[in-house]
């Protein structure tokens, strides 16, 4: 078992840029999940997908932020026009089952610097 | 909404000593879970211990024992036998069982451990 895997690690841009992070949860893991951890702040919840449907987007934070996971595998979060208010490390957690009270593991994140 | 708090930014102990880190939240659930999560610098978040809300006996893990008041909605992480590799920021989280996953899980803001050796 490899764990979930982010890519990339660190990503700087400036501010009006499209950045796009990929999470490759663990293998056989059904949800997939995204959050936003902001300095000093605990993890913020942002989207979930049950194998490659979207249960849950209310909670992304603009109309510039979007999320797919087509086929089920692996995950993307795209952020659109970038603020400097996006930067963030913006993190990935998979669980086995479809159950909301699974246990999440995380990724190591993916740290976003907007210039 | 379900919100945790971790009313202490920062503990410091002694190595091979043993510190408790609080944890409160407030729900009007009757079901749901509970997890400590640790967090060592730059490094990514693991489960450290986790406990059902109808279970009353408290779960342990090694080292890791959490003090869990469901009627006070307190939860609690003790470290026994502290060891340096325990420095690390430690996050109290919540699930309920109701919303099905729709509202992921409700983190506090952390407390950052520092083991002095």
Same mark, same amino acid.
């Given at each position: 078992?490899?764990?979930? %895997? ?20 663990? $293998? ?8 936003? #951890?902001?300095?000093? #702040? ?7 997908? #049950? ?6 987007? %209310?909670?992304?934070? %603009?109309?510039?932020? $979007? ?7 692996? $995950?993307?979060?795209?952020? #659109? ?13 998979? $669980?086995?089952?479809?159950? %909301? ?15 | 909404? &379900?919100? =945790? ?7 410091? =102990? &002694?190595?091979?000593?043993? =510190? ?17 999560? +640790? &967090? ?32 006070? +909605? ?12 325990? /420095? /690390?920021?430690?996050?109290? /989280?919540? =699930? ?12 506090? +803001? ?8």
């Amino acid at each position: 078992d490899t764990g979930v %895997s982010q890519d990339p690690r660190h990503k700087i841009t400036k501010r009006g840029q499209n950045v796009t992070f990929r999470c490759d949860p663990i $293998s056989e893991h059904n949800r997939l999940y995204w959050y936003r #951890q902001t300095l000093g #702040q605990g993890p913020e919840f942002l989207t979930y997908f #049950q194998n490659e449907a979207q249960l849950e987007k %209310s909670r992304l934070l %603009s109309d510039r932020f $979007s999320a797919e996971r087509p086929k089920g595998s692996f $995950s993307t979060l795209e952020i #659109q026009r970038t603020e400097q208010g996006d930067s963030a490390m913006y993190l990935c957690a998979s $669980s086995l089952d479809g159950r %909301s009270t699974d246990t999440q593991y995380f990724g190591p994140g993916t740290r976003l610097t907007v210039l | 909404a &379900q919100t =945790v708090t971790q009313s202490q930014p920062e503990m410091s =102990v &002694q190595e091979a000593e043993t =510190v408790t880190l609080s944890c409160t939240y407030d729900t009007s659930e009757s079901d749901y879970y509970l997890f400590w999560y +640790k &967090q060592p610098p730059s490094r990514q978040m693991i489960l450290v211990i986790r406990q059902e809300a109808y279970k009353q006996q408290n779960a342990t893990e090694n080292r890791f024992s959490v003090n869990f008041q469901k009627a006070a +909605k307190s939860f609690s992480l003790k470290i026994s036998d502290s060891q340096l590799g325990d /420095a /690390a920021m430690y996050f109290c /989280a919540y =699930v309920g069982q109701a919303g099905g996953g729709a509202d992921g899980l409700t983190f506090g +803001k952390g407390t950052h451990l520092i083991i002095q050796p």
